[in-house]
């Protein structure tokens, strides 16, 4: 463990981490404070039966709110991005060359004015992405949802950096596009969803759309083809049919899609054609992706399988990516859609995920590639420690919305946040930064020194889905001294500063360090503390954390949990 450094080296620090030209002042005044690190531990209940033997994987793959998986294989390599909505940086791109160990390599969106993420609603911000790479460059097409909507990005690296969007404003209101470059005609495609011509016969009613696209000048052009109109079996109205790729084996084009919302309805459909146009017919048989024939009673669940991207291995295996949601309760759910894999297999040029009323694995077999290994875990139960070495932020880090100034660096082996008057519950870019929580039983912790609080000032570890609904503890500057606080924010009626849960006097000295901690299981969740000559002490415990479900807190993310500071003096936290 390392030691703060004293109140000057401190300052001078972080004077000089936001010395710049436009907020000097602003920067002597602001409360910072230093995180010497944070830990993050993490298990599940299924762990005992869902441990590989080495010739498996377990499933999901990449724990935690990590939606709506795209993958592209560029010869031996993989490339997957997923969904971010309003935090920044945005879509974050692993990489992997055995499916299973996945490192993160960059955010596709990590430069604050590459998006208009706004102020506002949580869930703006950039919908299902779709990665692609031909000639040397790649490709992410995606939707930042109520910001100028439908967009092109490319690098020549995945890791980045990324070019600025170019708008495709031809895909309309639609969401979720994506690009299939056909080898055989050296055409590209674009295949979204929007609302079908002549409007909704239903409510969700939605169709696919296919327009080609100029993959040089970043353009779709041409005429704008419906190729499927409502879904899979039409006559029973099927909901929000969505996330379409086209993918081609043989002779045969696939068309595949989501279908019913991505709730618990959400199902894999699956078509072909002989012709990128269609008409496309369905696999009988479909959904080709789902546990909605499973009973709902059913132990340790898992639910809302769909949003499904196919692929091949260069010896011609076939396997596909899909989003899961492992609820602990009543549907209930913190850890977000994550990110599965499967093996696809074929039977008359069909393919097959998972057969009928079957639960999906949480051990498969490996897939047959040379074994990799990542830095930072991302399935089956681990610990990551963040020690805030060297000068950047770990990759998966995170804020609400994209920030206007700087207001954190990492220094000295320290995170130093600067506080703001946008607090937990504004709709903003509070100082906040969160990694997702990945399972049902975690623990985070952290050492934080709060020498750098006046009065009212706040600062602490808190976890959330927005800013309507998140817990903390925290250290309060008083007049005369400091307490530890834990506070929840239920919904807009509860006070912006959160419902008071508890709340313990810091002993006064020179001491301003303090450990503290947030445990969850399930949707039971507890807060401590530890002074530095002392042991753990809750605070709070058996706190309802099923706010912090999308079921409670609405929208499609997951929670995040992470350091904050805010600063007391507009009384605005
Ligand atoms: C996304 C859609 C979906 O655009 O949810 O589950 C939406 N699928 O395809 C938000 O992630």
């Known amino acids: 463990m390392k030691l703060f450094p004293s109140l000057l080296v401190l300052t001078a620090l972080v004077l000089t981490a936001f010395a710049t030209p436009s907020a000097p002042a602003q920067a002597q005044q602001a409360p910072s404070v230093a995180f010497d690190w944070l830990e993050y531990s993490g298990s599940d209940p299924t762990d005992e039966f869902s441990t590989p033997s080495p010739d498996e994987y377990r499933n999901p793959i990449i724990q935690g709110f990590y939606p709506d998986p795209s993958i592209v294989r560029v010869g031996a390599d993989y490339y997957l991005t997923n969904s971010t909505f309003g935090y920044f940086p945005g879509l974050p791109v692993f990489h992997s060359r055995d499916l299973v160990s996945w490192t993160q390599i960059g955010n596709a969106i990590d430069r604050p004015d590459q998006l208009k993420l706004g102020r506002g609603d949580m869930t703006k911000g ?26 092109v990005i490319t690098a020549k690296d995945p890791a980045g950096p990324w070019s600025d969007p170019v708008w495709l404003p031809d895909l ?44 040089k000048g970043l353009k779709t052009f041409g005429p704008r083809t419906v190729i499927l109109d409502a879904g899979f079996k039409p006559e029973e109205k099927p909901g929000y049919v969505e996330g379409p790729h086209i993918f081609k084996r043989g002779d045969w084009y696939y068309l595949t ?23 496309y017919e369905p696999k009988a048989d479909n959904p080709v992706l789902t546990q909605m024939d499973l009973p709902d009673r059913r132990l340790l669940p898992v639910t809302s399988l769909g949003h499904a991207d196919f692929f091949s291995t260069p010896k011609g295996d076939w396997y596909a990516v899909f989003l899961g949601v492992r609820p602990y309760k009543q549907g209930n759910f913190n850890t977000g859609r994550e ?51 060297g000068t950047k932020l770990p990759l998966h880090y995170m804020m609400r919305r994209a920030p206007a100034e700087r207001w954190f660096s990492v220094s000295g082996g320290k995170l130093v946040i600067r506080g703001r008057t946008e607090g937990l519950s504004t709709e903003g870019n509070p100082s906040f930064l969160a990694r997702r929580l990945q399972h049902q039983q975690m623990s985070t912790t952290t050492l934080m020194d709060y020498s750098g609080l006046r009065r009212g000032d706040v600062a602490g570890l808190a976890i959330g889905q927005n800013e309507k609904f998140w817990m903390s503890v925290q250290v309060e500057r008083t007049g005369n001294g400091a307490r ?19 709340s313990a006097p810091l002993r006064a000295g020179p001491a301003r360090s303090i450990r503290l901690r947030i445990d969850g299981s399930g949707p039971d969740y507890s807060f401590l503390f530890a002074e530095p000559t002392g042991g753990w002490r809750i605070l709070a415990e058996k706190v309802d954390g099923t706010i912090l479900s999308s079921t409670v807190a609405g929208g499609f993310q997951g929670a995040v949990v992470g350091p904050f500071v805010t600063d007391g003096d507009a009384g605005k936290r």
């Open 257 to 279: 899609a989501a279908q019913g919302g991505t709730g618990d309805g959400h199902r894999q459909v699956i078509l072909r054609s002989r012709k990128v146009i269609g008409p």
């Open 172 to 215: 309309g209101g639609g969401i979720d596009p994506s690009i299939f470059f056909d080898e055989d005609t050296g055409r590209a495609w674009i295949v979204n969803n929007d609302i079908p011509p002549g409007g909704e016969r239903y409510s969700g009613h939605r169709a696919i759309f296919l327009q080609e696209f100029d993959a």
């Open 126 to 151: 950039p919908f299902a992405p779709a990665i692609q790479h031909r000639d040397d460059l790649f490709y992410i097409v995606n939707t930042c949802f109520k910001c100028e909507w439908n967009f």
């Open 484 to 502: 530890v606080t834990v506070r929840r924010r239920a919904g807009a009626t509860d006070p912006a500063e959160g419902a008071l849960l508890g």
């Open 339 to 389: 990110t599965f894999l499967l093996p696809v297999t074929w039977k008359d040029d069909w393919p097959e995920i998972l057969p009928a009323r079957t639960v999906v694995p949480l051990r498969a077999k490996r897939p047959d590639l040379p074994k990799g290994s990542a830095p930072v875990p991302t399935s089956g139960p681990f610990t990551v420690r963040d020690e805030f070495d």
